[in-house]
């Protein structure tokens, strides 16, 4: 049965914008952290952004920092990904997870996989040079 569903990928020149969308029709996901990672071939699967699904904690990775931007629609209950001067580095399948809870330091620990537990299927993006 589906967890989560991500949406919005696609093909985008360098320079552009996306915005991936993240929804959990099997449950509320209400006060899980939410995260997103991202997987290009022959590469290890690496952490984008997270948030608190409560509060206005984020955390970003480097790469990410300063063009990628990540929300929460609670009413909606849908988690967002805007990324913004998209570069053709940023290529990858993204994944959207949820974590019930972080064995530890959120800015720390929401970087790390194995902390969440569930997973979506994945939007390809593919930014062209």
């Known amino acids: 049965q589906v967890q989560l569903v991500e949406s919005g990928g696609g093909l985008v020149q360098a320079g552009g914008s996306l915005r991936l969308s993240c929804v959990a029709p099997?449950?509320?996901?209400?006060?899980?952290?939410m995260g997103w990672f991202r997987q290009a071939p022959g590469k290890e699967r690496e952490f984008v952004a997270a948030?608190?699904?409560?509060?206005?904690?984020?955390a970003y990775a480097d790469s990410a920092k300063g063009r990628f931007t990540i929300s929460r629609d609670n009413a909606k209950n849908t988690v967002y990904l805007q990324m913004n001067s998209l570069k053709p580095e940023d290529t990858a399948a993204y994944y959207c997870?949820?974590?019930?809870?972080?064995?530890?330091?959120?800015?720390?620990?929401?970087?790390?996989?194995?902390?969440?537990?569930?997973w979506g299927q994945g939007t390809q993006v593919t930014v062209s040079s």
């Open positions: 099997g449950r509320t996901f209400s006060s899980y952290g």
């Open positions: 948030i608190r699904w409560t509060g206005s904690n984020t």
């Open positions: 997870a949820a974590a019930g809870y972080y064995s530890g330091s959120f800015y720390e620990k929401a970087r790390d996989a194995h902390e969440y537990e569930y």
